[in-house]
């Protein structure tokens, strides 16, 4: 069964909510498109250091909104020319490649060739339009990202602060310089025709009649309690904790900034920032620092194994040759 439900809230948090109860209650036989739009928001990843990442006294100043979801990957910018999907479906049935050529074939209508692109990205004509982030849960997979249309790229520089070496991994010297707005290559796309393209695509795809999933489906007392927890400033903006040691590097997976607060040789307190797109491997991360003496050999051992090794191997190998204590 292939469902959908299409957002009428342009509030993040109601929508961050609304993925929240789609992702907890899918079937086990269900795969969902799920489609929204946030306006004027930055959406930062789960281990990201909102201070450092978005420029936030001119967001403040523009009334804008600080979105921090549940899934790693790097800051983005949406407005109401950005349309946003997640596919959730059980891990039997979660098919990564079948998902992105639903954004493939819906794009293709408009006469655009789109290719995805290393990781998270997929891009026509070399520039990128969409950025991908994922998550798994007990019973549930989910793969969500923008669909840049008619975005404002002049906030999307104003608002976003990408470190230097982010820009230079990529080969690249501004931000606005590596994305592009679909209605910039073909002027007919808009929003209503993308969302139909896409619930076309996803019925293609999937060879399946859609089920519609309404707003009375969704269980309103949740919605709340997850929205009052989504916009509270202990979720956009985490803790903030004193630390005297700081250590970054960009590797071949993503950035990681490593704040330490190291007290007689010991790290008493570990905060570790990333845009890394394995937000658990973080996480664990940041848990297994805390406590642990303050030397390479403890750091290295602490490090937990994730689902690619070579991302821990090229870790391990910077604090082991290049990391200065």
């Known amino acids: 069964m292939i469902s959908y439900y299409i957002s009428n809230s342009h509030i993040p948090y109601v929508n961050q909510s609304i ?29 990201q250091n909102a201070w450092r990442e978005v420029r936030l006294e001119a967001f403040n100043e523009d009334k804008g909104s600080l979105m921090r979801r549940i899934t790693g990957g790097g800051a983005v910018y949406q407005d109401l020319g950005n349309q946003i999907f997640t596919f959730i479906a059980p891990p039997n049935l979660y098919d990564l490649d079948k998902q992105i050529e639903v954004i493939r074939r819906a794009v293709s209508t408009f006469g655009l060739d789109a290719q995805k692109i290393g990781r998270n990205d997929i891009l026509v004509d070399g520039k990128k339009f969409s950025g991908n982030a994922f998550r798994k849960t007990k019973h549930a997979k989910v793969q969500h990202g923008t669909l840049l249309v008619n975005t404002d790229m002049s906030k999307l520089v104003n608002f976003l602060n990408p470190s230097k070496e982010k820009l230079e991994s990529k080969g690249v010297t501004s931000v606005r310089s590596r994305v592009v707005n679909l209605a910039e290559l073909n002027p007919e796309i808009t929003i209503e025709k993308l969302q139909v393209a896409l619930l076309e695509a996803f019925k293609e795809v999937y060879n399946q009649e859609l089920h519609q999933i309404k707003e009375d489906d969704i269980d309103q007392e949740e919605l709340t309690d997850l929205i009052e927890h989504y916009s509270s400033d202990d979720w956009k903006l985490g803790p903030v904790s004193p630390f005297n040691y700081e250590a970054k ?65 090229e870790l391990i190998g910077y604090i082991q040759n290049d990391l200065t204590l």
């Open 249 to 313: 590097n960009r590797f071949s997976f993503g950035e990681i900034i490593f704040n330490l607060e190291v007290v007689n040789g010991i790290v008493s307190h570990a905060v570790v920032y990333s845009d890394a797109l394995d937000s658990d491997w973080i996480n664990q991360i940041q848990t297994q620092l805390n406590g642990i003496p303050f030397n390479k050999e403890s750091l290295i051992k602490a490090i937990p194994d994730c689902e690619n090794m070579k991302d821990k191997e």
């Open 19 to 47: 993925e929240e109860i789609l992702t907890d209650n899918v079937k086990s036989d269900e795969v969902i498109l799920y489609l929204w739009q946030n306006d004027n928001t930055v959406v930062i990843g789960q281990n």
